[in-house]
């Protein structure tokens, strides 16, 4: 494991091998009726005690999250923070795991909707959050009643494995709860098809997640997909140029732009085009870029080795086919994975960035002369995970919501990926919701139990 700021080695992972796995599905599958049996309101009871437990240690969680993955401190604390009330919302929700009566066509018959957990879940968390994405996870199988063996991210994963404790202290059933690192693909193999395994959850990228949904449905396994973005964002002429240029540059570059719900594709009326540009490039040039500890880091290190690389190719290709650079473009320094805030114009749709997930620090940004092409422009790529609009407009922002092809979509801020709201996207960008009552939904099966009184 390497610290993405210094490129120095923080410490040795072991990588769990078959043996292990074994190990974890016997687990699991023993656990799994003496967990399911508990009652909503204990396991309710542990998971808001291991919430507590998560926020009185979230500093130095925090800390270790930010030294091992790059990101802020700021942005460390919140994400551990966003932890924690997962944990406590999947507590209560799965308190309201309601079934329910339907009514019978013949008397003395009752007819009964019950919800039950699905069983053993095999999940994976990416390392962009390791803490939120983990925990979202988690605490939907666990409130669902469901175990799980969940492989963390090996680029970052002591902050999850401190999480993984906090639960273990708070009581979780020994087994219910089992957490593996390694390779991948190995994992992924050997989990899935397992007989034990019952679900699968996965977030991550486009061609991993088909690969393993394709996997799991060999084996008739329901899946949770929650897979890459490329988010458009439509500002019309109507909206405050202003403010929203400075708003969305702020978001574009949290976590360096390892966001799945990040803005990438910015499409500016022409009206507007020209003073949203220079109001988000002034703005990109002035985020402060350092180490993720250091006061006053606004934008850390990009994570891994790998991630440099690609963002430095995918800019050098959009250059080479006509975008315009007006900002960063380039790797800061020759230690760490440190990179500019970078912005392109015009950048043509042929380019490479405007059609694979840049998943870093650029904003492409383009131009539009009226509703129709912005649509188009929005709903070009197979992405469907978020998208954005300003516009002063009531009547533009319904037009926009019924006819943007998305899973989630936000008018004049920033609204997505609270837990009491739906999460996940459409077409490559996945299938199934993570947050909200569906979160818990996609851990339960319905089991309908008709039952003639006999006489």
């Known amino acids: 494991m390497i610290d993405p700021a210094t490129e120095e080695r923080l410490a ?36 808001r005690e291991a919430a507590r437990l998560v926020r009185e240690r979230a ?36 308190r309201r795991a309601y079934g329910r009566i339907i009514p019978a066509r013949q008397p003395g018959v009752l007819q009964q909707a019950m919800r039950e957990p699905i069983g053993p879940v095999a999940a994976f968390s990416p390392w962009n959050f390791p803490v939120s994405q983990a925990v979202r996870k988690i605490a939907a199988s666990l409130a ?21 404790r906090c639960l273990d202290e708070a009581g979780v059933e020994k087994g219910a709860l089992n957490l593996v690192f390694g390779r991948p693909a190995e994992i992924s193999g050997h989990l899935i098809p397992a007989e034990t395994i019952r679900k699968v959850s996965f977030t991550g990228s486009v061609s991993v997640g088909k690969h393993l949904a394709a996997m799991a449905g060999s084996h008739m396994k329901p899946v949770t997909m929650e897979l890459g973005g490329h988010a458009p964002v439509i500002v019309f002429d109507d909206a405050d140029v202003e403010k929203a240029a400075v708003a969305l540059a702020t978001f574009k570059y949290r976590n360096a732009g390892q966001v799945c719900i990040s803005p990438t594709r910015f499409f500016v009326q022409q009206e507007v085009y020209e003073p949203f540009l220079q109001a988000f490039v ?11 500890l250091e006061e006053g880091t606004q934008m850390g290190p ?64 383009n131009r539009f002369s009226d509703e129709d092409e912005a649509v188009g422009k929005a709903n070009r790529t197979r992405y469907g995970l978020a998208a954005y609009v ?21 008018i004049n801020h920033f609204g997505l990926g609270p837990v009491e709201t739906p999460f996940g996207g459409v077409g490559d960008s996945g299938f199934g919701r993570e947050g909200s009552s569906e979160g818990l939904d996609a851990y339960l099966v319905t089991k309908l139990v008709s039952h003639f009184a006999a006489h």
């Open 12 to 47: 040795a992972l072991p990588a769990a091998t078959k043996e292990d796995l074994d190990e974890a599905l016997a687990a699991a599958g023993r656990a799994f009726p003496a967990w399911a049996a508990r009652s909503a309101y204990e396991r309710s009871r542990i998971l």
């Open 390 to 410: 300003f516009t002063r407009s009531s009547a533009r922002a319904a037009a926009m919501a019924a006819r943007i092809r998305t899973g989630m979509l936000s």
């Open 282 to 292: 002034a703005k990109a040039k002035a985020v402060r870029v350092g180490r993720g």
């Open 59 to 94: 500093d130095a969680i925090a800390r270790v999250l930010s030294a091992e993955q790059g990101k802020p401190l700021a942005e460390a604390r919140t994400e551990v923070a966003n932890g924690a009330d997962i944990l406590e919302w999947f507590a209560e929700e799965g």
């Open 144 to 164: 669902a009643g469901c175990t799980i063996i969940i492989k963390g991210p090996e680029e970052a994963p002591m902050a999850v494995c401190e999480v993984v």
């Open 302 to 365: 990009l994570a891994t080795r790998r991630r440099l690389e690609a963002i430095s190719d995918l800019i050098a290709d959009a250059v080479s086919d006509g975008a315009s650079l007006q900002a960063g473009g380039q790797r800061i320094g020759n230690v760490g994975y440190f990179h500019k805030p970078t912005v392109l114009s015009d950048v043509p749709e042929t380019s490479r960035i405007m059609n694979e997930e840049p998943f870093g620090p650029v904003a492409l940004i």
